[in-house]
């Protein structure tokens, strides 16, 4: 089970929401994330479930990839004299928080192998020093 250390990030040092939770995991840990993260990215693919335009979580893609191409149509549209309309989103702590018990539920359901829906789902330690503080089965980033 591994344990989470609070790093410092800003402002209020009194407000638990201001410390990052920093796993100190095994190199064997690290290593088994990573098969993990492969054969999730296999299934995805293999079952078409990642949109063709997102960029961040596909291999060989990034954001940057992601800005490129929204600039490029933009100039394009531009361009042609076509009207542009922009919402932006900020997203920065779209991923601080992960239900698992949710993610387990949608793993589940589409059949990625009982075995890393379990690994997915651990319970994690929360600790500062050498003081246990709570076990969780959601992170909070």
Known sequence: MPHFFPIY?????????N?????????VCKQLEHVIAGYLRQTWDKND?????????????????????ECHDIANSLDEGIGIDA??????????FIPHDRLRTKLAAWDVDSN?????????????????LKEITEIHV
């Open 49 to 69: 479930w990642v949109y063709e335009g997102k960029n961040g979580f596909r291999l060989k893609y990034s954001c940057e990839n992601q800005v490129i191409t």
């Open 116 to 132: 890393v829906v379990v690994w997915v789902s651990r319970t994690q330690c929360f600790s500062v020093g050498r003081q246990l």
């Open 19 to 27: 410390y990052r939770p920093i796993s100190f995991t095994s190199v």
């Open 87 to 96: 919402i932006i989103i900020d997203l920065s702590n779209g991923f601080h």
């Open 9 to 17: 990030k800003e402002d209020d040092r009194s407000a638990v929401s």
